[in-house]
């Protein structure tokens, strides 16, 4: 008879517990000319379809920070709850008749959490409301953020670094991830700057001047100014060696952003507005004129993974609140989640905090993560979760990392910490469970010690 999943589980844990072994020298190795304690690492190793002991298993029940190896929680989680085909629906309203082109009354835009309402997509919106004969908006433009109950998160509380887009906080009304991107592209004695989205009240410089052939820190070589979130400027200039390049900036008013970005795309397609585009509510009872709909979240958990997409890590967990209590809470969020841990993995869930793994105080053994992967790998999902993986040495944030190929791995990174967990093929073919996790002030002097132990896994070495 098959044992009961929790008690299963809980009789894996022993196994990992109690398998206390050293590490491979490799990477006593690494370690050693890191100058970093044993301690500072939690690994195992252990056979994808869990078929014999664990091959590797050091403080395997350490409690550590995972960084954005959580996300590999909430994206298993959200496919096994809101299933791989699951998509947002962004509705549009309308509380007045259209009239020779004129929309007399009020345009409401809902939003339901989706993670990709890009630029692109906003467009495609805003031409839908020009598609219903609508050129002209004689009330306002009301945007409702109602669905997420999210606290005001100061963007540059974390690290320190408020115009990066990955601290953009979530909304339910997520539009272009609160950032634009600012395109450089060399002409003659001058580069061209291209902004995307148009945000309404916002002033850019058309062009900054050319200062040199080289390019080097192209960034820093601009000093841009954003302390005026209405008006940029740039006291330097752009490398002609540079080529075209683009920078994604968090803008500096996120509570500003929506609004700003469906003004000036609405004017920028030729649309008029006699009002103002405000934040509100639908009117209850109101029905929608057409919604719009997001990627698939087996497409949406591919951006999340690869390129370790906090902003919409936290907009999928909260997608899972959001199917118990509406408005979503983070604290929704995390009760969902834990419930389905506890039934799914059996035992006590992880430290889970936003979703995301953006978060100090977020913790996870690596014997519940290799227990999580193993559980993956074994569901019909499998193909989805495993393709949303970084592929070693070719895509995603993994693309630095030495076993080209032969792995599909989550990285995480933050101060003090670095980690990998994922698949790796060895060299007999048998799939390897693999996670590793530094948890030091040195953390990225780490780096050299998880490569090792990708390769002694890779190569089947004992």
């Not at 690494?30 to 252990?46: C, F, N, W």
């Not at 060399?186 to 148009?198: D, K, Q, Y």
């Not at 080097?216 to 005026?228: E, H, M, P």
Request: aromatic fraction near 8%.
């Amino acid at each position: 008879m098959p044992l009961h999943r929790p008690i299963a589980a809980a009789l894996l844990m022993i196994a990992f517990v109690c398998r206390a072994q050293a590490l491979p020298p490799v990477v006593e190795a690494a370690l050693a000319r890191a100058k970093l304690p044993r301690d500072a690492l939690a690994a195992v190793v252990v056979d994808a379809q869990g078929k014999s002991p664990p091959r590797l298993s050091f403080r395997a029940d350490a409690s550590m920070n995972p960084a954005s190896i959580a996300k590999l929680t909430t994206t298993f989680a959200a496919l096994e709850l809101l299933g791989p085909a699951y998509t947002w629906r962004t509705p549009v309203f309308l509380d007045g008749p259209i009239d020779n082109g004129v929309l007399q009354g009020n345009l409401y835009i809902q939003g339901q959490g989706d993670p990709k309402l890009v630029a692109e997509r906003l467009w495609l919106l805003l031409r839908r409301v020009q598609g219903l004969g609508i050129r002209t908006i004689a009330g306002d433009i009301v945007l409702d953020h109602g669905m997420f109950e999210v606290p005001p998160q100061d963007p540059g509380a974390f690290d320190g670094e408020p115009l990066r887009p990955y601290n953009a906080s979530p909304d339910a009304l997520l539009l272009n991830f609160k950032s634009v991107v600012m395109t450089f592209t060399p002409a003659g004695s001058r580069a061209m700057l291209h902004v995307e989205p148009p945000l309404a009240g916002v002033q850019f410089p058309s062009d900054v001047p050319i200062t040199g052939n080289g390019c080097g820190d192209w960034r820093g070589a601009l000093q841009a100014d954003f302390t005026n979130a209405a008006r940029v400027r740039f006291a330097g200039g752009y490398g002609a060696g540079c080529g075209e390049r683009n920078w994604p900036v968090a803008y500096a008013d996120p509570a500003g952003y929506a609004a700003r970005a469906v003004a000036g795309m609405w004017q920028h397609i030729g649309g008029s507005l006699k009002g103002q585009v405000r934040d509100g509510r639908v009117p209850a009872g109101l029905l929608p004129a057409f919604e719009v709909t997001s990627p698939a979240l087996a497409e949406v958990i591919r951006d999340i993974n690869k390129y370790s997409n906090n902003v919409m890590a936290q907009q999928v967990f909260l997608t899972i609140g959001l199917q118990r209590s509406n408005p979503a809470t983070f604290e929704g969020a995390r009760d969902a989640v834990r419930a389905w841990w506890r039934g799914r993995m059996g035992g006590d869930p992880p430290a889970i905090q936003n979703g995301s793994g953006l978060a100090r105080d977020e913790r996870i053994t690596a014997a519940q993560l290799a227990h999580l992967l193993q559980a993956a790998w074994a569901s019909p999902l499998m193909p989805e979760f495993v393709s949303s993986l970084p592929l070693a040495g070719i895509d995603g944030t993994a693309r630095r990392l030495d076993a080209r190929g032969s792995a599909h791995l989550k990285t995480g990174s933050l101060r003090d910490v670095r980690g990998v967990a994922g698949y790796v093929e060895g060299a007999d073919g048998r799939r390897w469970v693999l996670v590793a996790i530094a948890n030091h002030p040195e953390a990225s002097a780490a780096q050299g010690a998880i490569d090792a132990l990708i390769a002694w896994t890779a190569q089947g070495e004992k």
